[in-house]
């Protein structure tokens, strides 16, 4: 039998005040999040980004250029736990969205 783990909640909220053009992702979690990059799926540009760390309460923008305002596409965000564990999310881009 395996040992089964605690379930870890996803350490980041999206602000989606400024959609379609721009987003803050914001580290809502208790711990730094490492080698964080994001990836843009779908219409218009957001450029690539790296990110060594992010601590707690710390946020960065996202812009997505060119998209139309109902079709801005998705992000997908890798990091790693300070135990060196490593998660994906993927990120709808509409400003309908609830943010989590």
Avoid: K, Q
């Avoid at 779908?42 to 060119?66: D, N, Q």
């Avoid at 890798?78 to 989590?100: C, F, K, M, N």
């Amino acid at each position: 039998m395996h040992p089964t783990t605690t379930a870890y909640r996803v350490p980041f909220h999206v602000d989606r005040r400024d959609a379609p053009r721009r987003y803050r992702l914001v580290n809502t979690g208790t711990e730094p999040v490492d080698g964080l990059t994001l990836t843009h799926l779908g219409s218009g540009y957001c450029p690539p980004l790296g990110v060594r760390r992010l601590e707690p309460g710390r946020a960065l923008s996202i812009a997505v250029f060119g998209a139309a305002p109902d079709d801005t596409g998705v992000v997908v965000l890798r990091w790693r736990r300070p135990d060196r564990s490593e998660y994906l999310w993927r990120v709808p881009l509409v400003a309908e969205s609830t943010g989590r």
